[in-house]
């Protein structure tokens, strides 16, 4: 049996606060609700929950500010962003601050209970994923080689990954074009590979 989850959800959208309670509270989580993202800090810096969920666009505090201050001062929470303002930008930087998962609204319920049966790993401490240096340079390697696949992941994204064992981090950096994090990780990149990446990131879907 699993066991509860004290679970923090911040958004200024009582439907989205209510909906996640509804969802969670059937899988015999305990979940409290802030309407606000200075009232959802003030209750995650004062109390303990094993996971909290933010809005990344509040009108009274940066959904990213919530997160880099949980980070610093909470570095045991897991982290869920929950956004209807999803750009990739944003979803990079909040895998790099180590946030546990990134869901788009209109979200499905099975979308939030998969989102949070995985966040426990994060929040152990047993570490965000491996990343698979030679798994993220195999996806390069074919982005560069293969004009079907290159075109695609082009095109479509992250949407193309989803056959691919990869962590958010890893993702996110394929797709925005994160050279200063693939060769980090992974070492240089090819003359090929830094060509792929550099159409990503003058295509006009960018």
């Known amino acids: 049996m699993v066991a509860t989850r004290r679970i923090l959800v911040v958004d200024?959208?009582?439907m989205v606060t209510s909906s996640c309670r509804r969802i969670l509270a059937a899988e015999g989580d305990e979940v409290e609700t802030a309407g606000s993202g200075q009232e959802g800090l003030?209750?995650?810096l004062s109390e303990?929950?094993?996971?909290v969920m933010a809005d990344l666009r509040m009108p009274d505090l940066d959904g990213m500010e919530l997160v880099r201050t949980l980070?610093?001062?909470?570095?045991?929470?897991?982290?869920?962003?929950?956004?209807?303002?999803g750009t990739v930008p944003s979803?990079?930087?909040?895998?790099?601050?180590?946030?546990?998962?990134?869901?788009?609204?209109?979200?499905?319920p099975e979308q939030i209970r998969e989102a949070v049966i995985r966040a426990p790993v994060a929040a152990?401490?047993?570490?965000?994923?491996?990343?698979?240096?030679?798994l993220?340079?195999?996806?390069?390697?074919?982005?560069?080689?293969?004009?079907?696949?290159?075109?695609?992941?082009?095109?479509?994204?992250?949407?193309?990954?989803?056959?691919f064992p990869l962590s958010h981090e890893a993702e996110a950096a394929i797709v925005s074009g994160d050279v200063a994090w693939l060769e980090k990780e992974c070492g240089e990149l090819t003359r090929a590979e830094r060509d792929w990446i550099e159409r990503r990131l003058q295509s006009e879907i960018w």
Do not use: C, M, W
């Not at 303990?48 to 996971?51: I, N, Y």
């Open 136 to 163: 993220v340079r195999e996806v390069l390697r074919l982005a560069a080689t293969d004009p079907n696949f290159g075109r695609r992941l082009l095109y479509e994204g992250s949407r193309v990954l989803s056959g």
């Open 71 to 85: 980070r610093r001062q909470r570095p045991e929470t897991a982290i869920i962003i929950i956004t209807g303002y």
């Open 91 to 108: 979803a990079v930087e909040a895998a790099k601050l180590g946030v546990s998962d990134y869901i788009e609204k209109p979200f499905t």
């Open 124 to 134: 152990e401490g047993k570490g965000r994923p491996r990343i698979e240096a030679g």
């Open 42 to 44: 003030n209750l995650a």
């Open 48 to 51: 303990h929950f094993d996971l």
């Open 12 to 14: 200024d959208e009582a």
